[in-house]
């Protein structure tokens, strides 16, 4: 997982942005080849096929302890 944060400027006021894209895992060509054919013809998995993380700023306390965590810092 990448996580990024940015900030926009639009009509001179500033609007914070993080962006977290999740790395799919790698797989062989054939294989995607395969996924992509479905694809087109209109497979649809059961799991979905996109997902998004909406974060707000209540979340800021558990992600600092999550950062800590990964830190070293258990506290």
Aim: glycine share 6%; charged share 30%; aromatic share 18%.
């Amino acid at each position: 997982m990448i996580v990024l944060y940015d900030e926009d400027e639009i009509d001179d006021r500033i609007f914070p942005t993080v962006y977290i894209h999740a790395h799919l895992a790698k797989r062989p060509f054939w294989e995607r080849v395969k996924y992509g054919i479905r694809y087109i013809f209109g497979y649809q998995s059961k799991y979905g096929a996109f997902d998004e993380f909406i974060i707000n700023p209540d979340d800021s306390v558990r992600l600092r302890k999550i950062a800590d965590y990964l830190d070293g810092n258990k506290g």
